[in-house]
């Protein structure tokens, strides 16, 4: 295997990695950058395939404390 090619895998592993501990740890950061992202890429004028991917890229509406029933999030995961 070459050089490049291992440098491409091994990059490609660390950023996947910091996605999901950024996901994890700082979930209103995450949501925030997916959804902005969606809306530029959705802009009026852009392209068909890249509206199409901003469209794929738009998150799911956050839950509020209140749609659990508990006033507060708990280790159920039915927010997620």
Known sequence: MSPLL???VVAAVVLACSLSLLRRFL?????QSQARLSYF??????PAWLRRLGLALRPPIAA????????????????K
């Not at 979930?27 to 949501?31: D, I, K, N, Q, V």
């Not at 890429?41 to 852009?46: T, V």
């Not at 509020?64 to 927010?79: F, I, L, M, R």
């Open 6 to 8: 291992q440098w491409l």
């Open 27 to 31: 979930p209103r950061l995450s949501w």
């Open 41 to 46: 890429l959705e802009r009026e004028g852009r």
């Open 64 to 79: 509020s404390a209140s749609a659990c029933g508990t006033g507060g999030c708990n280790t159920c995961n039915g927010c």
